[in-house]
DNA sequence: AGCGAAATATAACCTAAATCAGGTTTTTAG
DNA sequence: CTAAAAACCTGATTTAGGTTATATTTCGCT
């Protein structure tokens, strides 16, 4: 985890985050009081049970939020990449993490203090409201992922996976597809739509042979997006 | 659903909500600019697919939030009692609402104009402060459903289930006990947990047989807590 | 009070998906 | 480059819990 500073003006996801309806002079207040981290693959920026800190802000790469059980079963619970910011759950309710978070991949994240970041939320109205904005999408998320549980089999929820992954991972291929532009093992993408990795890469197996998807190495391509939303969507 | 008014100062469920930290100045300006409606039992708040106008605060009673998926199958997501607001995760998201609130008995319930609540956030910092507190709460518990349906069986569902609900509608009897207070059919249950009644009334009759609960009419009793946070946490 | 409709309960059966077992291929580290 | 370890894949077996069927009890309503 090696230290260095960029600012915040020229962050790369400097347009996607809770910080971007802030002036200038508003954002190289926050550069000053941050600190800039690199994470190797498979290092972590938190385990469950720690005391959070403060606020960390992605700045590049891919960062899944993982639940252990009492089985030691891993379940990822959300996947935050660029621009996106972590953390703020347990730190605006004062509790421990309730979750892991660990880097997919090498990333970059910043780290801002729990003090500043809560004088940021009094004094910035615009951050609030993103932040709040932010949590009612997740949370929008979260229970859709609930009722997919309960309404949907294996199949269906793996199709849903897909179409989500696209929109948040998704770039087009010089032929016209999509391409799912995020490295997942299958055991992770089971964690994902809770079920076993054989289960899922006998579905994976299944929609590659019907031609909904196609593998181009570690990536997945969307071949027949309508078939894919059809399945989603329950009908069997 | 008759209309009639009641001042925020007055209200049961003042000092729990969103709007627990203003004075009673500010206090009676929200008064001036709610309407105050009475829902009989079963009546819908709003319904899956409208469009969100402002803001519902829980004044009495019990709203049950479900989301029907494709094949027309119910999934309560979560229930929200008297000091609660619903209806705001779709109102800052500024989508159509993914999902119904039904009111579960009769109860009183405000609703705010969203012109007005979004300028209460911008203008009074601690309701922005207590609805991010609530919304990274709530977002805590969909994202705790969501890994125990991967990590935890029904038994261990129902377990976990009636601890929630001991914590949210628990209240002590004469004899030392705690009791469920709120009605709930086993159908309901079922959907909260994602199985079918067959199964939960299942799972409820071995749980009475085993002496970890009891039933007083409509409502569940908690007689070894101890040994249902044993299942609620996995061990079999 | 009495009737119909929900809600509750129990048992038998069946299926979706977990688990187990055995491979092959790909990635990683020395 | 090579060995070891992950990751991937497929088939066989088992099982948790969904489904179906049938009673019984309770509730809401006139």
Chains 1, 2 share one sequence.
Request: glycine fraction near 6%.
């Amino acid at each position: 985890m090696k230290k260095n500073k960029t600012a915040c003006e020229n962050c790369e996801s400097r347009m996607s985050g809770v910080f971007c309806d802030l002036d200038s002079a508003e954002l190289s207040n926050i550069s000053e009081h941050k600190v800039t981290n690199v994470y190797k693959k498979g290092q972590n920026l938190f385990v469950q049970g720690n005391h959070p800190y403060g606020l960390y802000c992605v700045s590049r790469g891919n960062i899944k939020v993982s639940k252990v059980g009492a089985d030691g079963k891993e379940s990822i619970v959300r996947i935050v990449k660029g621009g996106d910011v972590i953390g703020h759950r347990s730190l605006f309710t004062d509790q421990n993490y309730t979750a892991t978070a660990t880097a997919m991949e090498d990333s970059t994240v910043c780290f801002l203090d729990k003090k500043f970041i809560m004088k940021a939320i009094q004094e910035m109205p615009s951050v609030a409201m993103n932040i709040i904005e932010k949590l009612s999408r997740d949370m929008g998320a979260a229970e859709n992922k609930v009722s997919s549980f309960h309404q949907k089999n294996v199949r269906e929820r793996l199709a849903e996976l897909l179409l989500l992954l696209k929109e948040s991972h998704g770039e087009e291929t010089e032929d016209g597809h999509i391409k799912i532009n995020i490295k997942l093992t299958r055991e992770e993408m089971a964690t994902m739509i809770g079920t076993a990795n054989e289960t899922l890469i006998r579905f994976i197996s299944e929609f590659k042979d019907e031609g909904l998807i196609e593998q181009d190495g570690k990536f997945i391509i969307i071949k027949d997006e309508d078939e894919l939303m059809n399945w989603a969507d329950a009908n069997y």
